[in-house]
């Protein structure tokens, strides 16, 4: 082997482990968990009820055919992952999930899920949260052999992590049936703050895996959807025991993120005030362009709040007058308004600090 054969070699291998880093420094990691508001498509892989894989759904996505996003277009995961100059997350579940492509993160939600494991049963197969949290293991081991163990570590730590876990709780478990398991054995102050400590256990796995930087949203206005407005609210009022059990469980987790962070010393958890978020929009619809925040854009029934939104739904014309898609989730004109709190919200919406203020801060340590 003579000199200039070497050389060569060792600029070729400069060059790959600089492309390596380039890629790297391209866009932070981004890795998403939770429920339908930010599956990008899991459920499309599993034997479950709980599926947007048929027009209308994604019928203003890119490619205007249904993805498995519980939207007529982008979630709130997408819009995220456009801040950070990235590509959306793609399923954990994806075939399409290998390679170089795991260095963008990874979506592992899957709709139907909350915090207990008994939630979201009626649709069978479903990626609840314990196993997200495994598959996120298996992420990290794949990654580790695409990029080695050392630069894995480097790329979870500095990553950025939404969890979006809670409501199902409520809608798909506590107040699914009159009188269901769980409401008959908690009263709902009990029953919060039992979820409230199995999410600490949830949030507390997630550092030990290596997150750094986590954005936990708080449950909506839950009384207020759709669904709710057709099944329990009068006159087009907010259903005011759902909006009791987001307004009891949304404080203690704000405590329990505060708790978390002093224990591990560092603002790890942000909390992202969905709430507060949800309800600028749903009390003014109209200085945010809405026509109404209380009919679903697809659906049947009063408000369409009820059944599925199918093919057979009624359908608005133009989404972007509506901030509900379907009877339960916000089109991507609402997500929209969402993320533009989560990226420059003041400390009612984003705290301790925003989006914003997080990328212009680990952009320079
Ligand atoms: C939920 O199921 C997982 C896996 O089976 C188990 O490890 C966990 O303890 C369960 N959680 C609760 C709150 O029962
Ligand atoms: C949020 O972001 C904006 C824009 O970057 C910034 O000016 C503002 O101070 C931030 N607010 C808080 C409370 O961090």
């Known amino acids: 082997m003579d000199a200039s054969f070497l050389l060569i070699t060792f600029f070729l291998a400069g060059l790959a482990a600089l492309g390596t880093l380039s890629m790297m420094s391209e866009a932070r990691a981004f890795f998403v968990f939770g429920d339908s508001l930010v599956d990008n498509g899991n459920n499309n892989f599993l034997l479950t009820t709980a599926r947007a894989d048929l027009p209308p759904y994604g019928i203003d996505y890119p490619t205007h055919r249904p993805t498995g996003r519980f939207s007529n277009g982008l979630n709130m995961p997408d819009i995220i992952s456009e801040h950070l100059g990235a590509e959306p997350t793609l399923p954990y579940l994806s075939p399409e999930l290998r390679g170089e492509k795991l260095l963008v993160g990874a979506n592992f939600a899957s709709a139907g899920i909350g915090i207990l494991n008994d939630t979201g049963i009626q649709f069978l197969n479903i990626i609840r949260i314990d196993r997200q949290l495994v598959y996120f293991e298996q992420y990290k081991q794949r990654l580790s052999s ?17 969890i979006t876990l809670g409501g199902n709780d409520f809608v798909n478990n506590y107040y699914l049936v009159p009188f269901s398991a769980r409401s008959r054995e908690f009263a709902l102050p ?18 030990e895996l290596g997150a750094r930087r986590v954005m936990v949203t708080g449950t909506g206005p839950l009384g207020c959807v759709p669904s709710e407005l057709a099944q329990r609210g009068r006159n087009g009022e907010c259903a005011a025991e759902l909006q009791r059990a987001a307004s009891l469980f949304n404080p203690q987790l704000d405590r329990t993120l505060i708790e978390l962070n002093r224990k591990f010393g560092s603002d790890v958890f942000i909390s992202a005030n969905a709430f507060k978020m949800h309800m600028d929009y749903i009390s003014d619809p109209g200085s945010y362009g809405f026509v109404t925040s209380k009919i679903a854009c697809c659906g049947q029934g009063p408000y369409n709040g009820l059944g599925l939104c199918t093919a057979a739904s009624n359908l608005c014309p133009n989404r972007n007058l509506y901030s509900f898609w379907d009877a339960f989730h916000p089109t991507e004109k609402a997500n929209r308004i969402i993320v533009s709190q989560f990226m420059i919200g003041s400390s009612e919406y984003m705290n301790p600090m925003n989006l914003s203020t997080i990328l212009a801060m680990d952009a320079s340590t």
Do not use: F, P, T
């Open 146 to 162: 695409v990029v080695g163990e050392a630069q894995m570590k480097k790329l979870v730590n500095q990553a950025l992590v939404l």
């Open 190 to 207: 009990d029953y919060v703050r039992y979820l409230i400590s199995e999410y600490k256990k949830i949030l507390g796995r997630l550092y």
